[in-house]
């Protein structure tokens, strides 16, 4: 079946930078984009950018331009989505989903990592 | 970048009911190649991930229940709940899957009296 399994909560300072994972299993990876999602209390959810997991080609929100930058690791299935230069205002529950290309809605969701910044 | 205007925000109602839920595009998201409308709603009960309901306005994922029915086109959409069940209970999200950004409604909480 298919899972994005994500990586495990994230502690960290203001100014600092975290990397998070998103591993697939179950289907082609090469076949479906990975987008990211931002889901706060005060501002819903927010769309973040997708890569293109065959080519490694990437579309950012111009809000996040920046702050996050994306890559993929073919050989494990894997996705990432490193967000630098933190503050509180990054503080947020980060989702991968997969489309088949895009624009497209997302069928499948990984469970989710929550990042707090905080000193 | 498409603004998206969900309401209502939240609704309370007894099980079996009828539900309601609305989302406006702030410009159209019906394709002209196609006839499409690129619209999608989304299922977040607490704790987890969103859930795909219904895409390209009217269809349903594999697996929805019949009683989730979407419909609209153009700008104004509406996700209808046949006959609530207390398993509804969740946040409804619309989006639109038009251009980029893709862009959220705020959502609509639903609550089981």
């Known amino acids: 079946q298919v899972q994005l399994q994500q990586s495990g909560a994230e502690l960290a300072k203001p100014g600092s930078s975290v990397k998070i994972s998103c591993k697939a299993s179950?289907?082609?990876?090469?076949?479906?984009?990975i987008s990211w999602i931002k889901q706060t209390t005060g501002q819903g959810l927010e769309y973040i950018g997708y890569i293109n997991t065959g080519s490694g080609g990437t579309n950012y929100n111009e809000k996040f331009k920046g702050k996050a930058t994306l890559t993929v690791d073919k050989s494990s299935s894997t996705a990432f989505m490193q967000l630098s230069s933190l503050t509180p205002d990054d503080s947020a529950v980060y989702y991968c989903?997969?489309?088949?290309?895009?624009?497209?809605?997302?069928?499948?969701w990984g469970q989710g990592v929550m990042v707090t910044v905080s000193s | 970048d498409i603004v998206m205007t969900q309401s209502p925000s939240s609704l309370a109602v007894s099980a079996g009911e009828t539900v309601t839920i609305n989302c406006k595009s702030s410009?159209?998201?019906?394709?002209?190649?196609?006839?499409?409308?690129?619209l999608a709603w989304y299922q977040q009960k607490p704790g987890q991930s969103p859930k795909l309901l219904i895409y390209l306005a009217s269809t349903r994922e594999s697996g929805v229940p019949d009683r989730f029915i979407g419909s609209g086109s153009g700008t104004d959409f509406t996700l209808t709940i046949s006959s609530v069940q207390a398993e509804d209970l969740a946040d409804y999200y619309c989006q639109q899957h038009y251009s980029y950004p893709l862009t959220f409604g705020s959502g609509t909480k639903l609550e089981i009296k």
């Open positions: 410009q159209s998201l019906l394709s002209s190649g196609n006839q499409k409308n690129y």
């Open positions: 989903a997969r489309s088949h290309g895009g624009p497209r809605a997302f069928d499948y």
């Open positions: 179950g289907y082609t990876f090469t076949s479906y984009y």
